[in-house]
């Protein structure tokens, strides 16, 4: 069980609070990616320092290394990673898709092999649920099969039925707990009436939150956007909605407006140790020679500590020189920078001009993305 | 000018505070080595931490890039790579030596090839002297030549004649000013007579400091004392001794029962990146599958962030992963631990009971190494 708390209502857009034994989350949310028990390239409190109240775990990389059952002699994931706010894991569905090899799909789960060790898995409903239970995820995923976009009417419709069939098994095998809880997951690709349909047996079944799956595969921000226009409206009022995987700043901002509540990316992580830098006027890449001389700290409106103490020129130095420094001082930037664009969201909702927000956010970010 | 202060002897062995423009360092003292403007895999605020009060800068990497003269308009080492603590850098010797391509020594200086890039530099007293000031750098190395190990007597004797001449013009060409020092290197490989000369030359032109050169360079731990008992003896009493690129925690301990006061190496760091973690007990191969169920911080008797905060279990965890987080946990506890080390030498000067925490420390150190 999960308390959901809706603070105001802006148009489609929500302020929310999310009660979890392991603290409150403030909605609209971002969750860093923490794949293997570490944000990579961040200190704990360094990941806290940003504003992130919750994170997320890869059920799929914690079950081959260090394997569940281990991660539980330790106390849990909060302790084994020594993170003590609130965890959503998801359910290994989307990675055995596509980073295991040789994948088998039955009715009954996957049988797939380690990409790391090649060794044989099996993952199911009941085995995910199991897994994440393991971990003591506060949130935990029900167990789903993703498509690749894009793919046939009758393909999506035979794999949305499947998920939802082992949405109804995950929600069998969690064990309810109070300020824990279990999302489901909606499917249904670019198909409306599927969605429809993935939404009405989710809602049957019942379940803590729901995630629209099966975006952010390649179909573009434009139709992205037209699906969450009525996927997004069909979903319980009284839940979070969480739409997984995503994304750039315009792709939450967008979703917000669409209701959307959580999101996950490791957009923010895996660019900082690429040399991406994201700020208020747009994307730079701290590889670029244009910042070697630069004083310049990486964004005049942020106050992270890359940003107070640290110059453009020297942040270019140390990623041409390949330093540890160099991912650990942009990874932090960019996750604050996402976590105050957040911030900026919910303060917007909370003062009832959201849609001014978006509007100058769309117009102001996109068009300076080309720097 | 630099003011040593020695507070306490404890036979050969001395406890001083060395006052620099940018603050006090006590001796005797560790410097952990910031290569290139960065100590890896550690923010400065965490050096700090571990207890360091002084750390190196390398001029052969910072002129190569991103050069003196770019530090410099940022305002110089400390402001680049916000460390408002001293700093003493190298002066390029060692690694021309050790890392260029296709070097040509003559007396003027040495014409080499760039690792990086193939372009060809040029390092002289003058200009090495030139760079560590652009760099502002508390404590600059006098310019020197470093011979292979093992040499021949003629051969060290050249040239240790070579780089007594170019400590003399080291000297002319460094800028005296308050709270900045210039210290000379003694050479002479394993040959007393020679080291002997070497003292007589670079005291007679007056330093700072006095550093020990061309030592820790394969001759071995024993042979290294057989060195120090003569040649830290002969160094002047009321000037700074440095032991350069030393070493082991072992070797720190003798050095300073020698009478050396201040030592830098890349082990700590370097080896927290391959994954071993100095302890009380010895040395951890955190990579050893022993540690995967351990729940027993890397140091029972260590105080560091890592010890606190995680178990072996974990870390060992993130060294399999290659996650960025192992090589930062691991870097920070190694260098805490020899900072520690520093404390507890120089509190057993103060207490005179040197010897014994001496002989205590290398049978320990020593007999568990073997973990």
């Given at each position: 069980?999960?308390?959901?708390?809706?603070?105001?209502?802006?148009?489609?857009?929500?302020?929310?609070?999310?009660?979890?034994?392991?603290?409150?989350?403030?909605t609209?949310?971002?969750?860093?990616?923490?794949?293997?028990?570490?944000?990579?390239?961040?200190?704990?409190?360094?990941?806290?320092?940003?504003?992130?109240?919750?994170?997320?775990?890869?059920?799929?990389?914690?079950?081959?290394?260090?394997?569940?059952?281990?991660?539980?002699?330790?106390?849990?994931?909060?302790?084994?990673?020594?993170?003590?706010?609130?965890?959503?894991?998801?359910?290994?569905?989307?990675?055995?898709?596509?980073?295991?090899?040789?994948?088998?799909?039955?009715?009954?789960?996957?049988?797939?092999?380690?990409?790391?060790?090649?060794?044989?898995?099996?993952?199911?409903?009941?085995?995910s649920?199991?897994?994440?239970?393991?971990?003591?995820?506060?949130?935990?995923?029900?167990?789903?099969?993703?498509?690749?976009?894009?793919?046939?009417y009758?393909?999506?419709?035979?794999?949305?039925?499947?998920?939802?069939?082992?949405?109804?098994?995950?929600?069998?095998?969690?064990?309810?707990?109070?300020?824990?809880?279990?999302?489901?997951?909606?499917?249904?690709?670019?198909?409306?009436?599927?969605?429809?349909?993935?939404?009405?047996?989710?809602?049957?079944?019942?379940?803590?939150?729901?995630?629209?799956?099966?975006?952010?595969?390649?179909?573009?921000?434009?139709?992205?956007?037209?699906?969450?226009?009525?996927?997004?409206?069909?979903?319980?009022?009284?839940?979070?909605?969480?739409?997984?995987?995503?994304?750039?700043?315009?792709?939450?901002?967008?979703?917000?407006?669409?209701?959307?509540?959580?999101?996950?990316?490791?957009?923010?992580?895996?660019?900082?140790?690429?040399?991406?830098?994201?700020?208020?006027?747009?994307?730079?890449?701290?590889?670029?020679?244009?910042?070697?001389?630069?004083?310049?700290?990486?964004?005049?409106?942020?106050?992270?500590?890359a940003?107070?103490?640290?110059?453009?020129?020297?942040?270019?130095?140390?990623?041409?020189?390949?330093?540890?420094?160099?991912?650990?001082?942009?990874?932090?930037?960019?996750?604050?920078?996402?976590?105050?664009?957040?911030?900026?969201i919910?303060?917007?909702?909370?003062?009832?001009?959201?849609?001014?927000?978006?509007?100058t956010?769309?117009e102001?970010?996109?068009?300076?993305?080309?720097?």
């Open positions: 069980m999960l308390k959901f708390e809706i603070n105001t209502i802006n148009k489609k857009s929500r302020r929310g609070f999310i009660h979890t034994a392991h603290g409150i989350v403030q609209p949310a971002f969750m860093p990616v923490g794949t293997a028990g570490t944000v990579k390239a961040m200190m704990p409190e360094s990941v806290k320092a940003t504003g992130a109240e919750i994170i997320l775990g890869n059920t799929y990389h914690l079950m081959l290394r260090p394997t569940a059952e281990r991660v539980a002699s330790f106390g849990g994931l909060h302790r084994f990673m020594n993170w003590s706010g609130p965890i959503l894991t998801d359910s290994g569905g989307f990675q055995v898709m596509s980073l295991s090899k040789l994948r088998k799909i039955t009715e009954e789960g996957v049988t797939f092999q380690s990409h790391l060790s090649g060794a044989k898995h099996f993952l199911s409903p009941e085995r649920i199991e897994i994440q239970y393991l971990l003591d995820s506060n949130i935990s995923m029900a167990f789903d099969e993703c498509v690749k976009f894009p793919a046939e009758k393909q999506v419709q035979k794999s949305m039925e499947r998920s939802m069939r082992w949405a109804a098994r995950s929600k069998a095998a969690f064990k309810d707990r109070e300020g824990y809880g279990l999302f489901g997951i909606m499917q249904g690709g670019m198909y409306e009436d599927l969605r429809m349909q993935s939404v009405k047996a989710l809602t049957d079944i019942g379940f803590d939150g729901y995630a629209v799956g099966g975006l952010a595969v390649g179909e573009g921000q434009k139709t992205m956007f037209e699906v969450l226009d009525y996927a997004a409206a069909a979903l319980p009022e009284d839940k979070p909605r969480y739409l997984m995987g995503v994304g750039r700043p315009t792709d939450i901002v967008g979703a917000v407006k669409r209701g959307i509540d959580m999101f996950d990316c490791v957009m923010p992580s895996r660019s900082g140790r690429t040399g991406q830098a994201f700020t208020s006027q747009g994307v730079l890449n701290m590889r670029n020679a244009c910042h070697i001389d630069s004083h310049e700290p990486l964004d005049q409106a942020c106050s992270c500590p940003c107070q103490n640290y110059t453009r020129g020297y942040i270019h130095h140390l990623i041409r020189c390949g330093e540890i420094l160099g991912a650990m001082l942009l990874t932090m930037h960019n996750i604050w920078f996402y976590e105050n664009l957040m911030k900026e919910r303060t917007a909702i909370s003062e009832n001009r959201f849609d001014d927000f978006h509007d956010f769309m102001r970010f996109q068009e300076e993305r080309k720097m």
